[in-house]
């Protein structure tokens, strides 16, 4: 879900320059998205009906500018695979969070609940990723030379 609702509110001068890719520390290749998440994504416009799981490899983590981890177990994976990518990891709650226990344990994945619980976590996400945004959009600037 995250990628895909990443993918629905990075503003349109940042979609050309921002690759939005997802990968799961214990996903196996081609599982499609489940079906709640479908859901709860397409009640709110975003279509993950073509989305396709991947497993985080360590090129990947090196790759990338900056890798949001939904929960302590994910940073705690990604850093066995890249421990060269600490610097770009961060939890997804971590960025404008207040500090305390509910940013440091992250988002639970939803798998195996009900749909009230997919929407839910919907909702967490998009608010923990608007918060990166302003981030997000610093960093292409200054990759641009803008800043």
């Known amino acids: 879900m995250a990628e895909g609702i990443l993918r629905a509110i990075l503003p349109p001068d940042l979609t050309d320059q921002v690759v939005v890719l997802s990968a799961g520390t214990a996903a196996y290749d081609g599982m499609p998205a489940t079906a709640y998440a479908v859901q709860a994504t397409a009640e709110r416009g975003i279509d993950l009906t073509g989305h396709r799981s991947q497993e985080l490899t360590a090129s990947m983590a090196r790759e990338a500018d900056l890798i949001l981890g939904m ?24 960025q404008g969070a ?8 992250g988002i639970a994945d939803p798998m195996g609940g009900a749909l009230d619980e997919y929407d839910d976590t919907f909702n967490k996400i998009r608010s923990h990723l608007l918060r ?4 997000i959009r610093d960093a292409v600037e200054r990759s641009e030379g803008v800043r």
């Open 71 to 94: 929960d302590p177990g994910h940073i705690a994976r990604l850093l066995e695979l890249a421990p060269d990518a600490a610097e770009r990891t961060h939890l997804i709650t971590a």
């Open 98 to 105: 207040e500090a305390g226990r509910a940013a440091a344990q």
């Open 132 to 135: 990166w945004l302003p981030l």
